[in-house]
């Protein structure tokens, strides 16, 4: 039971660039989200899914895209990277189905736009 | 619009020195309240939900308690392997399980 994992861990763009962020779950949860965490900010929701097929807009969604073709996949993209979306992301994900609430966090994805 | 302030920024420790980290929260209908530890380089790690006031939780040197405006989380004996960033969020009722964060307390303690 790995939990949750993100890939890549680390990634360097220059700006104008793509690029998508791969989350995967393990835990048969139904909800999952995207985060950033900048220094002095602290985690801020880009996106958020409540099931397959479905998508929804967080906080911070401009210059992001996210899709949830399968459900235990949740894939944050960046059309065209700037460099104010140099920041930490990570990838949660909660067990609806029992009143619990709380979310469960990947490792990471530090991302460098130059 | 919901709300997280946490106090202190940082916070140095000697081992043993016992100390408390808040958490002050602005939400109309508290669904809960979440306590996460967060190590350099790392994903946050849940440790405590709290559901309404006057409940507490423990966890070995760790015990979050509950109010209808702030949460405490008291550190008793502190050890070096207690040093990372505290986290803490609320639930609001009726979000789609969607938390807020607050900016969290950086727990330094020295040997």
Redesign the interface.
């Known amino acids: 039971n790995a939990g949750?994992t993100q890939t890549p861990k680390f990634r360097v763009l220059k700006t104008g660039q793509s690029m998508t962020l791969l989350c995967a779950q393990d835990m048969n949860h139904e909800?999952m989200?995207w985060y950033r965490q900048d220094p002095?900010?602290?985690?801020?929701?880009i996106h958020?899914s409540?099931g397959e097929g479905t998508t929804?807009k967080?906080e911070v969604p401009d210059g992001y895209n996210v899709s949830r073709l399968k459900k235990q996949n949740f894939l944050l993209g960046l059309e065209s990277a700037a460099p104010s979306q140099t920041s930490v992301y990570?990838c949660?994900s909660?067990d609806?189905t029992r009143e619990?609430?709380?979310?469960?966090?990947?490792?990471?994805t530090r991302l460098t736009v130059t | 619009e919901d709300q997280v302030t946490q106090s202190p920024e940082a916070l140095r420790l000697q081992e043993g020195e016992s100390s408390s980290l808040n958490c002050s929260y602005t939400v109309s209908g508290l669904r809960g309240l979440f306590w996460y530890r967060q190590d350099p380089g790392k994903g946050p790690e849940f440790l405590f939900t709290l559901y309404s006031a006057g409940e507490e939780k423990e966890k070995e040197r760790l015990k979050a308690t509950l109010t209808k405006k702030e949460s405490f989380l008291h550190i008793t004996a502190p050890k070096p392997e207690d040093s990372a960033t505290y986290l803490c969020a609320v639930l609001r009722k009726g979000s789609n399980y969607k938390l807020t964060f607050g900016k969290g307390t950086l727990l330094t303690v020295n040997p």
Do not use: D, N
């Open positions: 949750v909800y989200y002095g900010m602290g985690l801020r929701l958020y409540v929804a967080g990570f949660a909660t609806s619990a609430y709380e979310q469960y966090f990947g490792p990471g």
